[in-house]
């Protein structure tokens, strides 16, 4: 695809005549100035030259979506959708090695629920490799890289995820650039696009009922 610098500059020509304040008109701007009061014209050059997303049918994400890994028995997890980060992170402890076949595997186990340690989830995938990964605090570790399927907005795409212990993070699994480019678009002002998991509902007990029922009688009384 060719871009037209040309159109291009014509058009940024044109939008600095639109917002250009009352006390710059007739004056001289030049391209070099960097001012903050106009937009630069290499991003308008982008965003008049970028194809529209509607035509590749990419869908649009929030910056929070629940998601299910279906291989690794897990139906439902908070996800984070962070652009910031390259690689993709799941929460994982109790992480053991183990041969099989002659290949390098491992087992884990995960709390899929944000904030709640009672259910918990064993699950065994095959190593792709071992990576180096800066977390947000700056230290470095060495994580093993799995790859599984992820099932976003109803849709099932492979992604590699790198194993760490998410426990004091707000999210058990964050999705990073890897996993979302040329798929997505991130709406980061938006959360849940594809829904969230029905809750259940919690069950009335019998002490709770005939509580009701003696203040009910109170009242009659």
Known sequence: MSYDVGSARAFYDW??????????????????????????????????????????NIAVIGWR???????????????????????SALHAYDVHEFQRDGETWVRFKVHPMQRKSLK?????????????????????????????????????????????????????MLLGRQAIRKRFLVDSSRSYYGGQPARKKKKKTKKSSKSRRKRSDHKDS
Request: charged residues 25%.
């Open 15 to 56: 939008s600095i005549a639109q917002v250009m304040p009352p006390s710059f008109a007739g004056q001289d701007l030049s391209w070099q100035q960097d001012r903050q009061d106009v937009l630069s014209w290499p991003t308008l050059f982008l965003m008049t030259s970028m194809p529209d997303h509607k035509q590749k």
């Open 65 to 87: 979506e629940w998601a299910g890994l279906p291989e690794l028995g897990i139906k439902w997890i908070k996800v984070k959708v962070d652009t910031g980060a390259r690689s």
């Open 120 to 172: 918990c989830t064993e699950a065994e995938a095959k190593i792709l490799e071992y990576r180096m990964v800066r977390s947000s605090n700056g230290k470095s570790e060495k994580r093993p890289v799995i790859e599984t399927k992820v099932d976003l907005l109803g849709v099932c795409l492979p992604v590699e995820l790198t194993l760490t212990n998410r426990d004091a993070m707000g999210f058990r």
